[in-house]
């Protein structure tokens, strides 16, 4: 890439208006994320035509997919706030070493998780909390998953390490071709070539290797500031730790949503297959509006981090609040819709089953009034990842998937039996927020504290 073009973008995170920049940044990531939350939604829709042990299988399922999203999260959110500190500073050399360091590891990890899937299927499945008659439909679809783990892997990572330069549009085009690819093959595996719940798996394989082409194709073709050339691999103690440091927030956050998934299915399996596949169900549609807070997240990062590392603190600031006020605008405006229409919501999945229905409905509804808080903690999350401060994400990172979830999860059924299952969303949510207060107010005092300083000086 030429230095005017890399010149340009410089600029545009240091000095374009705020609410533009944002605008164009998260625009493409909400996007992405809502095009792969849609597409969970249709592979849970075509696959509930197959009954209710299928699409509780794709909830059992569902933590081996967080669990790969965590390990590319990890890799790619940590070279992310390498990246965007390191061209904030004009380091072009250490966001290189950043990127490719990343990508080849996470590409290592996907090898590795598929080899073990080859041989250890059958007991992870029953692991992730698979009943006797969920087990055959949750084996189906794991053992061709893990498959393409590799892919998976790698597209996380790619996706964040373009977006850590400016280059969000090019990150939507890969995750969102192969999204939509994978929502039209879905159909014609599951019922034209009559393969059931394994067709919609493998239908997943050519898609994720799609998106893989595509994203790789942007450094091969040199249209992105960074390299993956292997020359820039780097087995080197302090770029991994850095990497590390700030991308486990991601693996913690990922990584403890996968074992509460698996501890939710263990929860509600007491209660019947209608209680796992409520909470799939429920769980997909949700992850809509998170997954729309979270490209808003993804917008700001590089904005923050960028100007942090130039030591652009008002600029951070200004970012910071607008990225709040627009990520809990929506949330508000999507979950008032959830709200109103879960009833209906819930039957496009499983009209036939009222048990499903009507268990899904009371879930959803409790956790529409608490979801949008969210907006706040994520906001704040991506603040300290963008920031380098590694502890202050860890811990916000562990507060909803760990210090609160998990517990919700052992206490409220035993205490509360399925009423306690249909709360635990809600009450994780604003737990998490309380959580959340104190970092939330030490982050805008360290702003502050750092714009006078800089004015000062």
Known sequence: MSQNMQNERYARLGSDPIPSLIKNLAGPAIISMLISSFYNLTDTFFVSSLGTSATGAVGVVMPLMAIMQAVGM??????????????????QKRAAEAAATAFYSA????????????????????????????????????????????????????????????????AMIGISAGVIINIILDPIFIFVLDMGIAG??????????????????????????????????????????????????SLFRQGLAAISQVLMNQAAGPFGDAAIAAVSIVTRVTMMVYSAMLGMGQGFQPVAGFNYGSKNFSR????????????????????????????????????????????????????????PFQAWVVITNMSYQAMGRGLQSFILALSRNGF???????????LFGLDGVVAIQATTDLLSLLIAIPLFISLLREIKQSIAATTLS
């Open 74 to 91: 990890t890799f790619g959110t940590g070279a992310a706030s390498l990246i965007s500190r390191s061209l904030g500073q004009r380091n």
């Open 107 to 170: 590409l290592t990890c996907g090898i590795l998780m598929s080899v073990y899937g080859f041989f250890g299927a059958a007991s992870l499945v029953q692991l992730l909390g698979a009943t006797e008659t969920i087990l055959p439909y949750a084996l189906a679809y794991g053992n061709v998953i893990l498959i393409g783990a590799p892919f998976i892997i790698a597209n996380f990572t790619l996706n964040n390490i373009l977006r850590s330069e400016g280059n969000a549009f090019q």
């Open 200 to 249: 919609a798996a493998w239908a997943t394989i050519p898609s994720q290797m799609i998106s893989f082409a595509i994203l790789l194709s942007h450094f091969l073709r040199g249209t992105s500031n960074l390299s993956l050339a292997p020359r820039f691999f780097r087995l080197e103690f302090m770029l991994y730790y850095e990497e590390l440091k700030m991308g486990s927030p």
């Open 316 to 371: 951070l600031q200004e970012a910071f609040w607008y990225s709040v006020k627009m990520s809990t605008i929506a949330a508000v405006a999507c979950c008032s819709v959830i709200f109103v229409f879960a009833t209906p919501l819930l039957s496009l999945f499983r009209a036939d089953d009222l048990q499903v229905v009507e268990l899904g409905t009371r879930i959803i509804r409790l956790q529409a009034l608490t979801l």
């Open 404 to 414: 609160c979830y998990i517990p919700c999860i052992l206490i409220l059924p035993r």
